[in-house]
Each structure stands twice: as structure tokens, then as C-alpha cells.
């Protein structure tokens, strides 16, 4: 079985920024696979979950990121530390949310569909407010 645990959480200004990192434990050949997409989610208080960014491959890594954080936050993947982290950087208010990150086996494709991710972490809050 695979576990993840997501870090990094906390309380910043807005046009702060945060680094969360995403660390798997059990099972992780899915995590470190050049194969398996790795993705971090986020739900805000009463919204649905919605997919911010996935990485796929370990050294020639193939992003995607959603319209909401395009330009502002890069994911990345240290092979060394064996995490996946997201540096999210002019954080607004409405990134406010908890973060999720998860692995998906059954996609190949770096996607941000929640349903395609099979194994997920138990999150960590951000929250941006002055």
C-alpha cells in the first residue's frame, strides 16, 4: 500500500508564498515510477475538489498546471529527497484550501481529473489572509 504526506501548510499574507511537499511511504514504486502521474489537489470550504497540478516522469518530466495557478506555482520532483513538491508563489486569498496530493496507476497522462488518482494523502491547510 502506498501513503502519502503532504507538508508545508500554513498561514501567509497575501503575495506570499509557500512550498508544500508531497512524501510517500509503503509502496512506492508507483510514486517514483517514470510512469504514474503524480498530482496535487485542492478543496476549498464547500467547493469541489479540483485538480491544480501533475507531473509525470522523474527525469525528463512532462507539468500541467490549472488556468487558476498557471504562472504562480511549479511543481517539481526531487529525486533525491524522493517528494514531489509545489511552490506556490503571489498566493491570493482564493488559494486558500486544503492540499491534497495523490498518485494515480491508471493513467500514464499527466491529468488533473480527480477521478483518474487512486491513493491520496490526508492534506495539508493553506491559508492566505492578512
Known amino acids: 500500500q502506498l501513503q502519502l504526506v503532504e507538508s508545508g501548510g500554513g498561514l501567509v499574507q497575501p503575495g506570499g508564498s509557500l512550498r508544500l511537499s508531497c512524501a510517500a511511504s509503503?509502496?512506492?514504486?508507483?510514486?517514483?515510477?517514470?510512469?504514474?502521474?503524480v498530482g496535487w489537489f485542492r478543496q476549498a470550504p464547500g467547493k469541489e475538489r479540483e485538480g491544480v497540478s501533475c507531473?509525470?516522469?522523474?527525469?525528463?518530466?512532462?507539468?500541467k498546471y490549472s488556468d487558476s495557478v498557471k504562472g504562480r506555482f511549479t511543481i517539481s520532483r526531487d529525486n533525491a529527497k524522493n517528494t514531489v513538491d509545489l511552490q506556490m508563489n503571489s498566493l491570493k486569498p482564493e488559494d486558500t484550501a486544503v492540499y491534497y496530493c495523490a498518485v494515480s496507476i491508471r493513467t500514464t497522462e499527466c491529468r488533473l481529473e480527480r477521478r483518474l488518482y487512486d491513493y491520496w494523502g490526508q492534506g495539508t491547510q493553506v491559508t492566505v489572509s492578512s
Open positions: 509503503g509502496f512506492t514504486s508507483g510514486f517514483t515510477s517514470d510512469y504514474y502521474p
Open positions: 507531473i509525470v516522469g522523474s527525469t525528463r518530466t512532462s507539468t
